[in-house]
Every structure is written in C-alpha cells, then in structure tokens.
C-alpha cells in the first residue's frame, strides 16, 4: 500500500510530503519506464482477447499495477480457455499480492536500475548485456521480503530446450519479454513468496510453456533441460500448469 514519507527541513521541522509515496505489494517497476514496459508485456500476453486486456492497468504512480477486483477478473476470463484463465489467473494473484515484486525491464545498453545491482550483487553501473550474459535473458530473486526480477527485454540469449512437440526435436531460440515475465516473475517469483516446492524448476519451465500456449502456440514447449537444476520434463511435465495458478 502506498504511505507517506516525512521529509526533514534543513530548518530542522518535520514535514509531511503526501506527494512522495512508498509503493508496496504488488507488481511494481523498478522505474515509471519499467511500470509501462511490465504493463505493456502483461497486455501482449492477451494480445487479441481485450476483455482481459482491459483490467491490467498501472496506478497513477506510472509504477504499479493496479489491483483488480474479483469481480473484474471473473468477468473478464468467463468463456476463455483453461490456458488463458490461468496465466490471466497468475497476473491477477501477484499484482493483489500483499508481497512486492519489483521488476527490472531493461534493455542491453541499458544501465541496470540500482535495485537490481543491489539485490543481484552486481557492480555499479552493469548494463543489461551483461544481465543476459550471466542470467540466460532473466533472473529472480528474494528481495526486501519479496522478489525483485529483471528481464532483458532484447535478450539474445540461445535457450538450447525448446522442443518441437511432434517429435521431440531440441532446438535453440531466443525468449520473448512477455515469456521471460511469466517465467521469472510468475514461476520463480511467485512461487518463492508462496514457498512452492518447485519454485526453482518446473514452476518456471511450466509458466514459460503456459505463456506459449496462450498465445496459441502449441507446436513447440520448453524441457527444461538448459534451466536451473537442468532436469529434463516430459513433455505432459513440463506443460502442466502450476497447481496454485490452474483456474
């Protein structure tokens, strides 16, 4: 929830500036460019279903996703699919969350915002080149008792399991900033704060895969085999939706 800062005088009073306020809980960017970007990409996600697209909005603040009503949602999800429902689903819990998620939507010659140099250990003034170098596109991590993701939204990173699903072919691809988000936000972020215990794995693999198909993909799917612990997933695994985002 937004509060109000106390900002000192130089003369020494105390004064209240209701201007400047503490954004918490929720989805929030790390900078008002990052606000748009995340809610940009959250749209893309439901790029030709503008029922659901219309009830992810930002805040006045330009930072925040603002909160949605449970009777918004369920309007806006009635007739969809199970894929559909449940990424919208996703969305909907982390930006309601009373747990911040900050997010670092950045790009390659771009300076990383001084959260995630914090939070990630980095050197002052890293750029998002490097950020797809170490990370493979995007990263997520425990942050101020919440997560704080960063996505390298022009990632040249090759992710070498992606799988053609008719016969099982690996191949190499680049992510998209839309899959990186439900991948690192949704599949590790979330489920760290809720302590899933395949937070680390199949819950991000899975959410990559979800995001595909809701933009009707279904032709290929992540195995998992170049993420994290580097299991590999059958193909059923590894496009089964998280249990606590199925809706």
Known sequence: MPGTLTIKNVNGNTTFQSSLQVVTGGIIGVSRVSGERI????QNSFYNHNDIKSIFELEDNRLKIKPISRVDFEAAINGHNTDIRSLAYAYYLAINSSTSHYVDMTLTYETLNNRSITALSLPAKTKGLQADNNYGGGV???YLGGTLTVVVMDSKADIGDFTYAPNGVQYPRHSTPAEL?????LGHGYGRVIASATFRHEDAVRMSNLYWRARNYHNFYRNGSWHGTQVLLSKASANQIPIHFQK
């Open 39 to 42: 809610l940009n990409e959250i």
């Open 140 to 142: 997520n991590t425990s």
């Open 181 to 185: 988000l439900a991948h690192e936000l």
